[in-house]
Antibody, heavy 113, light 112 residues
Framework: QVQLQESGPGLVKPSETLSLTCTVS?????????WGWIRQPPGKGLEWIGS???????YYNPSLKSRVTISVDTSKNQFSLKLSSVTAADTAVYYC??????WGQGTLVTVSS | DIVMTQTPLSLSVTPGQPASISCKSS???????????LYWYLQKPGQPPQLLIY???NRFSGVPDRFSGSGSGTDFTLKISRVEAEDVGVYYC?????????FGQGTKVEIK
């Protein structure tokens, strides 16, 4: 059974960098075709942030591209998200996904001073 | 970006009655490989979205057969043959034929 678990700070200050890690269990991350991050502002819809492919290629939502980095650490079976220069608009529940069927439980990140 | 438009945005259904949600995409979701990359998710309160239907009409493992998906090209429909109390939540369609993947606005289903 594939399981994903997000971890990272729940509170980030404006202008700083949001950093989250997704730990994958029950499956080797190096075997997966691609992995990704999706976010959901409180009470709103879903927004795809980006994906990283087994080749190492990354694809980011153009609306966030200049601020996003997704990377993989196969030795730890983890992949990570970094979002720089955050503002209150980046407050959301962040989900790591093994699309289309496996999602983490999500972690709420609040951007506030 | 491909725009996904869902209707209605909310639905109140009597248990045992059918329900239907429409999803229209701004571009065809039919890939040259013959597959159509349209998915349906249900997000129950306080939970991550769960996959119901993949590639238009294929029920994901464990999904009750009262859920069915249909459509082609740019027009898709999710049907619940007999709504049950556990079906409440927000339903989303999603396309993955083109980056960025995009979602519909969501359809909130509640029980009367």
């Amino acid at each position: 059974q594939v399981q994903l678990q997000e971890s990272g700070p729940g509170l980030v200050k404006p202008s700083e960098t949001l950093s989250l890690t997704c730990t994958v269990s029950g499956y080797s991350i190096s075997s997966g075709y691609y992995w990704g991050w999706i976010r959901q502002p409180p009470g709103k819809g879903l927004e795809w942030i980006g994906s990283i492919y087994h080749s190492g290629s990354t694809y980011y939502n153009p609306s966030l591209k200049s601020r996003v980095t997704i990377s993989v650490d196969t030795s730890k079976n983890q992949f990570s998200l970094k979002l720089s220069s955050v503002t209150a608009a980046d407050t959301a529940v962040y989900y790591c996904v093994f699309p289309p069927d496996y999602w983490g439980q999500g972690t709420l990140v609040t951007v506030s001073s | 970006d491909i725009v996904m438009t869902q209707t209605p945005l909310s639905l109140s259904v009597t248990p045992g009655q059918p329900a239907s949600i429409s999803c229209k995409s701004s571009q065809s979701l039919l890939h040259s490989d013959g597959k159509t990359y349209l998915y349906w998710y249900l997000q129950k309160p306080g939970q991550p979205p769960q996959l119901l239907i993949y590639e238009v009409s294929n029920r994901f493992s464990g999904v009750p057969d009262r859920f069915s998906g249909s459509g082609s090209g740019t027009d898709f429909t999710l049907k619940i043959s007999r709504v049950e109390a556990e079906d409440v939540g927000v339903y989303y369609c999603m396309q993955s034929i083109q980056l960025p993947w995009t979602f519909g606005q969501g359809t909130k289903v509640e029980i009367k």
